[in-house]
C-alpha cells in the first residue's frame, strides 16, 4: 500500500495477533473502506453525518496508521488537506481501537 506522499507521523496501533482478518477488525471498529481510482484502499469513520471531519486509517507492516481529516482536499487532484495526527481526540480513537482488538486477540 502506498501512504501519502507528505512525511507524516501518523498515530500508529500495532495489531497483534487476531483471530480475525485485518480487513475484518477494522470494519467491526466501525470504519468503512475508501477505495481510491488508483486502487490505494483505506478506512474511514465519521465523526458525525458528514463527510468530514473523519478519522481515517491505513494498514501498514502490522500496524493501523490514524489520523484525523477535518475537511477535503482543496484542490482536485491533491492528496493534501487539513488533518491531525496527534492529540486528545485521536488517542480516545486510539484506546476505543485497542479495547475492540482485545476482544479478538489470540496472545
Same mark, same amino acid.
Given at each position: 500500500?502506498? +501512504?501519502?506522499? @507528505? @512525511?507524516? @507521523? %501518523?498515530?500508529?496501533?500495532?495489531?497483534?495477533?487476531?483471530?480475525? *482478518?485485518?480487513?475484518? +477488525?477494522?470494519? $467491526?471498529?466501525?470504519?468503512?473502506?475508501? $477505495? $481510491?481510482?488508483?486502487?490505494?484502499?483505506?478506512?474511514?469513520? $465519521?465523526?458525525?453525518?458528514?463527510? =468530514?471531519?473523519? =478519522? &481515517?486509517?491505513?494498514?501498514?507492516?502490522? %500496524? %493501523?496508521?490514524? &489520523?484525523?481529516?477535518?475537511?477535503?482536499?482543496?484542490?482536485?487532484?491533491?492528496?493534501? &488537506?487539513?488533518?491531525?495526527? *496527534?492529540?486528545?481526540?485521536?488517542? @480516545?480513537?486510539?484506546?476505543?481501537?485497542?479495547?475492540?482488538?482485545?476482544? %479478538?486477540?489470540?496472545?
Amino acid at each position: 500500500m502506498v +501512504l501519502p506522499s @507528505k @512525511k507524516v @507521523k %501518523f498515530m500508529k496501533i500495532k495489531i497483534p495477533s487476531v483471530s480475525i *482478518d485485518t480487513d475484518k +477488525l477494522i470494519k $467491526r471498529c466501525g470504519y468503512a473502506e475508501l $477505495r $481510491r481510482r488508483t486502487g490505494e484502499i483505506s478506512y474511514v469513520r $465519521r465523526l458525525r453525518g458528514y463527510q =468530514f471531519p473523519r =478519522f &481515517h486509517i491505513y494498514i501498514e507492516n502490522g %500496524f %493501523f496508521n490514524l &489520523h484525523l481529516d477535518q475537511k477535503a482536499p482543496i484542490y482536485q487532484g491533491v492528496s493534501a &488537506h487539513s488533518g491531525e495526527y *496527534d492529540g486528545e481526540i485521536l488517542e @480516545k480513537e486510539k484506546e476505543r481501537i485497542k479495547e475492540i482488538i482485545k476482544e %479478538f486477540q489470540t496472545s
